[in-house]
């Protein structure tokens, strides 16, 4: 089964809805998909719960099929959006210095796309 992570860096909500997207279109097609969220993305993570904003009902989506791995602790507390994450039950990833590191996923056989 092909795995992939994508990690969203670009807190641009044109940028983001296309991980949203992929990572939904993954996973109904049998493929095994997350998402990390990390750098300036960490600080859509409050906005994204809001009924109003337009990503709402797409995020509620990736969170419902548990494809969300993870917020980078270290962004998300730069970003103030830390205890966003913790109310959603985000998990905090920071095994790299405080960020997620890619390496443990290469090693469990992922294919990493940034965006």
Same mark, same amino acid.
């Given at each position: 089964?092909?795995k992939?992570?994508?990690? $969203?860096? /670009?807190?641009?909500? +044109?940028?983001?809805i296309?991980?949203?997207? /992929?990572?939904?279109? +993954?996973?109904?097609? !049998? =493929? *095994?998909?997350?998402?990390? $969220? ?15 904003? #337009?990503l709402s009902g797409?995020?509620s989506?990736? @969170?419902e @099929?548990n494809?969300?791995?993870g ?7 730069? +970003? *103030?959006?830390? *205890?966003?994450?913790?109310d =959603?039950?985000? #998990?905090?990833?920071?095994?790299? &210095?405080?960020? #997620? !590191? +890619?390496a !443990? &996923? =290469?090693?469990? !056989?992922? *294919?990493?796309i940034?965006?």
């Amino acid at each position: 089964m092909r795995k992939t992570v994508l990690f $969203v860096f /670009n807190g641009d909500p +044109m940028c983001f809805i296309h991980v949203l997207l /992929n990572a939904l279109d +993954m996973s109904e097609k !049998g =493929q *095994e998909a997350g998402i990390v $969220v990390e750098g300036s993305a960490t600080k859509l993570i409050p906005e994204l719960v809001r009924d109003e904003h #337009p990503l709402s009902g797409l995020w509620s989506k990736v @969170k419902e @099929k548990n494809l969300v791995y993870g917020v980078c602790r270290a962004c998300s507390h730069k +970003m *103030e959006t830390l *205890e966003s994450a913790r109310d =959603q039950s985000l #998990p905090l990833l920071d095994d790299m &210095y405080g960020h #997620p !590191g +890619m390496a !443990g &996923y =290469q090693d469990r !056989g992922y *294919e990493i796309i940034t965006f």
